[in-house]
Structure formats: C-alpha cells, structure tokens
C-alpha cells in the first residue's frame, strides 16, 4: 500500500497526540482533520500537514484509508456511523460512548460490515504484561484493587455526567480495561458513589467512587475512582495471587514474592506509540496485534457503565457473560 493516508475526526488534546505520533511514522499520512471548533482543525492541519475540513462528509470525500475518532464521550455516533458508511477502517478514541445503547449501535454495525477497528485502550500495549501473564500462569489470581485517583481535568464538558460518563467511564475505564485482560470477566458489580460534586462549577458528577467486583471464576475486587485532588495521585492496579503480588501502573511492574521484590521499568510512551502503529500496520496489511478492537472495548464499556450505574441508583448489577460477536442488547440487569 502507499503512505496510509488517515483523517482525525476532532482536533482536541487527545487527537493532538494520535497527529503526533502518527506524524513520526514514513508510512503515513495526515490527510485532513475536522472538528466543531475549525480554528482547532486548522490549527492542527498546519501543524502537522493534511487540510482542514468543514465536516465529517467533506473528510470522507477527500478518501482516507483509514479515520479516527477523537472525540469527546457524548459526542460519539454519528461520526463513527459516517465512517461505517464510507466502510473505512476506524479507530475510536476511549471512551466509545457516553451510554450504552449508543456503543452497542456502533458494535453492530462494524460486525454487519466486518471492518477493522482499534480503540485507544493503549495500556493493553505496556510492555510488561506478558511478564504480568508468566507470572500469573500457573496462580489463579485471588483478588484485584485497582484506582484512578486524580483531579478535574480543563474541559467544561468533563464534569456533567451526561457528557463525560463521570470518572469510572472517562478516566478509570484504562484500569477496568487491564482488569478485564489480565484477570478476566466481572459477573456482578456494587457500587457506591458520594453524592457530592467536585467543586467545579456545574459539575454533577461524584467526586470520588468505590466498586466491589465479582469475577466469573472466582476472584474478587475493588476499584476506586476520585477526581478530587489537584494532581494525578495514582492509576493502576494490584493484583494478589498465592504467594505472589504485582503492582502494574505506566510507570512499571512491582514483584513481590517469597524470593523479595523487585521493579520493572516500562516506557508508557511506547504504548502510546504501539496502539497506533499496530493499528496503521493492520490497515496496510501488514500486522495483525491490535489488541482491543471495537467490540472488545464494548466489553470495557459495559463493565464501567455497570459501576456507574450501580452507584447512581445503590443497586447491585450483574452482568450477562460476554458474547462471541457483539449485540444490541445491554447485557446488564440491575437488582429491584
């Protein structure tokens, strides 16, 4: 294939980086970018190179090979439907979408059509997960703890539920997403929010959040997600199995076992880089290591949307087992 020539649906600070790194590799190209802001698409475009488009239509029209989606969680849909339509290769920014019935729509559509998608779930690419699996081979994990304890981040939208999700969806979603990878399917989920918003204005969302989670073979845990400092505290998770625990974050691995303990380093920049490059690799035809393809981020959707949920209404959900293909049902039944 030629230079993979990709558009950006959205010119925010998480499109912003995808241009950059995708602007590093010789095998592609920024065709264009569009965005409700144009300055912001312009501003982009120049940086980076490709042109500024009016909308979603005019950057199709231009003949992408591939698109993403970076944009904000309420405003996921309609462009990832435009691209289906166009029958592109498409990759969507975390979190897919603000609600369930949106995520579930666009699944069933890429499976009508049998596209190739990437979600930008990119701690699936830190480089000491297979080390995290070795480990864990031969141990069934007990229990998991993970955390996402951090502030607001500068956007208007991030603080109302109705367009960010809240922090479980938003922010904690990468650590619901190793979760899931590394220990397995969540089967019921209680949740208890605080009823109090951070001190932003029109905020309506909980400051800080806590889960129980139950695992489909056996194991149990916990996540807890605050946006009420003025730093990133901490983000990850710990895993504790017979005789063995592990500490994972971007930052690195921690062991510790019966012979001590020791750190391993991780690079969280490569992930950065590998969640695009295998994603342009799989477009050209040459590589197949995407590791979290739309309907596999649906599966990431429901589990934190469920930790939502049960928070918002101080009901148990328990959560269907995951189906081979995507489907338009919700997957999820709260307790009366």
């Known amino acids: ?5 990709v558009g950006l649906v959205g ?5 912003q980086r995808h241009a950059q790194v995708l602007a590093g590799f010789d095998d ?6 569009t965005d409700v802001l144009p300055a912001a698409a ?11 488009y009016a909308d979603v239509a005019e950057l199709l029209a231009a003949g992408p090979d591939a698109v993403y989606v970076c944009v904000p969680p309420f405003a996921h849909g309609p462009a990832e439907e435009a691209v289906i339509d166009a029958g592109l290769p498409m990759f969507v920014e975390k979190p897919v979408a603000v609600d369930l019935v949106t995520a579930e729509r666009i699944a069933g559509l890429v499976a009508q059509r049998g596209l190739r998608t990437a979600v930008g ?4 690419y830190l480089s000491v997960l297979d080390e995290v699996r070795d480990l864990l081979a031969d141990r069934p994990v007990r229990m998991v703890s993970g955390a996402w304890l951090d502030k607001v981040p500068p956007v208007p939208w991030w603080s109302r539920r109705d367009r960010s999700g809240g922090p479980v969806v938003e922010q904690a979603a990468h650590v619901l997403d190793l979760i899931r990878a590394l220990v397995g399917e969540v089967t019921e989920v209680t949740a208890y929010g605080n009823g109090t918003p951070p001190p932003v204005d029109g905020a309506d969302i909980d400051s800080v959040t806590t889960a129980t989670l139950r695992f489909a073979d056996g194991a149990v845990g916990t996540l807890s997600a605050a946006c009420v400092l003025g730093w990133k505290h901490r983000a990850g998770l710990e895993i504790l199995a017979d005789g063995l625990a592990l ?5 690195g691995l921690l062991v510790r076992d019966a012979d001590g303990e020791r750190h391993v380093s991780v690079d969280s920049e490569a992930a950065r880089v590998a969640v695009d490059r295998t994603f342009v690799d799989a477009v050209r035809g040459i590589g197949d290591d995407v590791r979290v393809p739309y309907a596999e981020a649906l599966g990431t959707q429901r589990l934190a949307l469920a930790v939502a949920d049960s928070a918002r209404t101080g009901q148990t959900v328990r959560l269907a087992a995951p189906t081979v293909s995507p489907v338009l ?8």
């Open 1 to 5: 294939m030629h230079r993979c020539r």
């Open 11 to 15: 010119a925010g600070g998480v499109a």
């Open 28 to 33: 592609v190209e920024l065709l264009g970018v």
């Open 42 to 52: 312009t501003a982009l475009a120049t940086r980076h190179g490709g042109h500024a």
């Open 121 to 124: 779930h990119h701690w699936r």
């Open 247 to 251: 500490s994972i974050s971007e930052d």
């Open 329 to 336: 049902t919700s997957g999820v039944t709260v307790d009366a």
